[in-house]
């Protein structure tokens, strides 16, 4: 499970939803799991761990941060990774991040619909 999809149904539960099991469903995720990407995507990425960590603290995933940190130095080098760091810590959280109402106003800043746009899916 990606960091966005555990952080989405952790604010979705926080807001009394409940999930349930659609055996026929069909997720479609559009991108290279094991591709590294750019320098850009790991920005963000690594800003985005850190606004996670900071919202769902626990032993473990500070762990789990650290073991990212060590991979992201070797990488990309040590002065970009405490950087990207860095400025995820700046990043002020939202208090009504948690709201469902609020972020099904403006779900389509974030999600679209792709359908259209695939030709043939099997």
């Known amino acids: ?33 094991n591709d590294i990407g750019s320098k850009n995507k790991i920005k963000f990425v690594i800003r985005g761990r850190t606004v996670f960590l900071r919202k769902y603290f626990s032993v473990i995933n500070l762990l789990k941060e650290i073991k990212k940190i060590l ?22 959280i939202n208090k009504g991040n948690y709201e469902f109402n609020t972020f ?14 695939i030709k043939n899916i099997n």
């Open 104 to 117: 099904k106003k403006n779900y389509n800043k974030y999600y679209f619909d792709f359908t259209k746009n």
């Open 1 to 33: 499970i990606s960091i966005e999809d555990l952080e989405w149904g952790i604010r979705m539960t926080k807001s009394g939803l409940k999930f349930n099991y659609v055996e026929n469903a069909e997720v479609f995720h559009l991108h290279k799991k």
């Open 71 to 92: 991979d992201y130095s070797m990488k990309f080098g040590f002065f970009f990774t405490a950087k990207n760091y860095y400025f995820g810590l700046r990043i002020k």
